[in-house]
């Protein structure tokens, strides 16, 4: 099972919104609604962001969301904030391997 | 709070075998799935496998089938995960984390470095 395919990096200005996405097939991203975020600062665990393509658990700032169309997940950080610097992962329920996580994307805050 | 606690660092020589344990509290122990996931330093994660920790039955990645290993204690709210056959590869640091209904990982133990090296 190959990772899904994220952008190596964006950048974006404070205040301004990014989005990452998060490419898939059929068999993974495109088949079910499982795909979840997650943010990892440096030397840091990772964190849940969203879950289920577009929720956001409870103490998640609502300045991310997510969703989905076709085989392309993403994930929308708006008002960007220099603590939302970090390496953000998606990940998705598959139909061979069970579980696959994209190649990650980090975020730098100009 | 639900908590996943792993066990500490590791070095090991090639080919040898690692066993990495996580204690889980908090909540339920066996209405959840624990998975493990490693990360190599500055790559990306990397999903090995789940296990049930009410029936016990596993799941695990093609790249690691023929050397991994997750099984529990349930008295003990703990899971084990052991990889065999070590290469330097194998370097990384490996987390567990709770499975989440239905399809996340909602809580993430502290990780454990396993370093490999002659």
């Not at chain 1, 085989?71 to 960007?80: D, P, Y």
């Not at chain 2, 690692?18 to 204690?23: E, G, R, T």
């Not at chain 2, 990397?46 to 204690?73: C, H, P, V």
Request: overall charge positive.
């Amino acid at each position: 099972q190959s990772a899904l395919t994220q952008p190596a990096s964006v950048s974006g200005s404070p205040g301004q919104s990014i989005t990452i996405s998060c490419t898939g097939t059929s068999t993974d991203v495109g088949g079910y609604n499982y795909v979840s975020w997650y943010q990892q600062h440096p030397g840091k665990i990772p964190k849940l962001i969203i879950s289920d393509v577009s929720n956001r658990p409870s103490g998640v700032s609502n300045r991310f969301s997510g969703s989905k169309s076709g085989n392309t997940a993403s994930l929308t950080i708006s008002g960007l904030q220099a603590e939302d610097e970090a390496d953000y992962y998606c990940s998705s329920y598959t139909s061979t391997t069970a579980y696959v996580f994209g190649t990650g994307t980090k975020v730098t805050v100009l | 709070q639900v908590q996943l606690v792993q066990s500490g660092a590791e070095v090991k020589r090639p080919g040898a075998s690692v066993k990495l344990s996580c204690k889980a509290s908090g909540y339920t122990f066996t209405t959840y799935n624990i998975h493990w996931v490693r990360q190599a330093p500055g790559q990306r994660l990397e999903w090995m496998g789940w296990i049930s920790a009410g029936y016990g039955n596993t799941k695990y990645s093609q790249k690691f089938q023929d050397r991994f290993a997750l099984t529990k204690d349930t008295s003990a709210t703990t899971v084990y995960m052991e990889l065999s056959s070590l290469t330097s590869e194998d370097t990384a640091v490996y987390y567990c984390a709770r499975g989440g209904i239905p399809a996340m990982f909602d809580y993430w133990g502290q990780g454990a470095l396993v370093a490999v090296s002659s």
